[in-house]
């Protein structure tokens, strides 16, 4: 028996990526998995197979995470799929750049509403089904703690924010049995963010280890957080970032 049998997940934005290999590294800890996305149905197909590959059920759920009423549904069309909801992961998010006098206040509303509304919709959705050991993680970003270049300062306000409602989550929760906790990965090898791409080099030497993290790195601490493990691990932040921010 695996540490997660018989849970059942949610993984928002989870047709890609770091999403993605959350979502296939719950299913083979013996979850069934939900998953939401936005466009990427063929994406999200393939996620599902993988979850079913892996010995789960899996679920791909339409919701664009900028439709709060989406994201609401996500998680109660999940319990009536599986019956229940043990964790939930929220891992959908948008990466706006910019220098402050250029960006707009459409642009602060776009990321807000991705990265910070969703996130509260859907923990707040979450919450009316969680018991006992339940799980509550939210995917940040290295990005949130310290800022090595110009250009992000609308990204790291949105995840900075997680960190203290995050910790705010654990005191609401933490009576019921149910912890939250923050993971931020740094420099991670998606289709989105790429090793290869033109200046990732650059990179490379503020990283300690000399090499760009993997989702399945990011995966691994979700999956120490979502089962029994981590039991007693609530309010925190955990940075998977190779020493970046070190």
């Not at 290999?21 to 990427?40: E, F, H, K, M």
């Not at 709060?68 to 998010?93: K, P, S």
């Not at 642009?107 to 339940?134: K, P, Y």
């Not at 991670?188 to 490379?204: C, I, Q, S, Y």
């Amino acid at each position: 028996m695996t540490q997660l049998s018989g849970k059942v997940a949610l993984v928002t934005g989870g047709s890609r990526g770091i999403g993605a290999a959350i979502a296939t590294r719950l299913a083979q800890d013996g979850s069934d998995v939900a998953v939401t996305y936005n466009a990427n149905a063929d994406g999200a197909a393939l996620v599902v197979d993988r979850i079913k590959a892996a010995g789960g059920r899996g679920l791909a759920v339409p919701a664009p995470a900028t439709d709060a009423d989406a994201v609401a549904n996500a998680v109660e069309q999940t319990v009536a799929e599986f019956g229940r909801l043990d964790i939930l992961v929220n891992n959908a998010g948008v990466f706006p750049t910019g220098l402050i006098g250029d960006l707009t206040v459409e642009d602060f509303d776009a990321a807000v509403a991705v990265n910070i509304r969703a996130v509260f919709v859907a923990c707040q959705a979450a919450a009316a089904h969680l018991g006992e050991g339940g799980r509550i993680i939210n995917i940040g970003s290295s990005l949130a703690d310290r800022v090595p270049e110009a250009g992000l300062s609308l990204y790291s306000l949105t995840k900075s924010s997680l960190a203290g409602f995050t910790k705010g989550l654990a005191r609401d929760l933490g009576p019921r049995g149910i912890t939250a906790n923050v993971v931020h990965p740094g420099n991670t090898d998606t289709d989105m963010n790429p090793a290869d791409r033109e200046g990732a080099e650059v990179k490379l030497p503020r990283i300690p280890l000399r090499a760009w993290g993997r989702p399945e790195d990011v995966a691994a601490t979700v999956a120490h957080l979502a089962g029994e493990s981590g039991r007693y691990i609530t309010g925190s932040a955990i940075t998977v970032d190779g020493g970046v921010n070190a």
